[in-house]
């Protein structure tokens, strides 16, 4: 069973947490109009950007990615400006947004998929199946993690990037449930928590 750690909100104004981020100080969390930063260590919200934040977040180290309807944005952090936008691969029936390998990794809730995107065009590079509803995508360490969320229960699994074979898998407490996923980079994931408003922090395996 996986340890929660940490559990942070529900935040004023918040009804549902969609997709989490984190640029190395922050958490960045998506409400519907709102993209809000999280100082993780005292559990406030730091910061709030009015742009459509409806599904899943990223960050590159420069600059927030948002899954907003059928598109992509590429915001500035600091203004919270939009930049540039690109096709979703799923046409709004998209879910999970990471960066890794110098790509986007955008989850497919329903059709079980996850796509390897190219972030100037939105063309797809690889496609991953999986055999659980996608909800948060995220990598760490060379390691491409998802979240599922299907008949009122939540796991994060490590996937293989080539064949989307499962090669561990952890269960989330009963009740509770994850829409987006992203990691410290060190030992615990952020996870959005949904409906319930929450972010919690979730403890990563070890590596031997």
């Known amino acids: 069973m996986t340890e929660i750690i940490r559990e942070y909100g529900p935040f004023p104004g918040v009804d549902e947490v969609a997709g989490v981020t984190y640029d190395g100080e922050r958490v960045w969390f998506a409400?519907?109009?709102?993209?809000?930063?999280?100082?993780?260590?005292?559990?406030?919200?730091?910061?709030?950007?009015?742009?459509?934040a409806h599904a899943g977040t990223a960050f590159d180290g420069r600059h927030l990615f948002q899954i907003a309807e059928s598109r992509i944005q590429k915001i500035d952090p600091e203004t919270g400006r939009v930049l540039a936008t690109i096709p979703a691969p799923g046409g709004g029936n998209d879910s999970g947004l990471a960066w890794g390998e110098g790509t986007l990794w955008v989850g497919q809730y329903r059709e079980r998929k996850i796509h390897q995107v190219d972030p100037e065009t939105g063309r797809v590079l690889r496609t991953i199946d999986s055999n659980r509803h996608v909800t948060g995508v995220s990598w760490v360490d060379g390691e491409l993690w998802h979240a599922t969320w299907e008949a009122d229960e939540s796991e994060l699994r490590r996937?293989?990037?080539?064949?989307?074979?499962?090669l561990e898998s952890l269960e989330m407490p009963a009740g509770t449930f994850v829409s987006g996923l992203e990691s410290d980079g060190a030992d615990q994931f952020?996870?959005?928590?949904?409906?319930?408003g929450k972010v919690r922090a979730v403890r990563r395996p070890k590596r031997g």
């Open 159 to 166: 996937i293989d990037p080539r064949s989307g074979e499962v």
């Open 190 to 196: 952020f996870c959005g928590g949904g409906k319930s």
């Open 31 to 52: 409400s519907g109009d709102r993209l809000n930063a999280l100082d993780p260590n005292s559990g406030k919200t730091v910061r709030s950007l009015d742009v459509a």
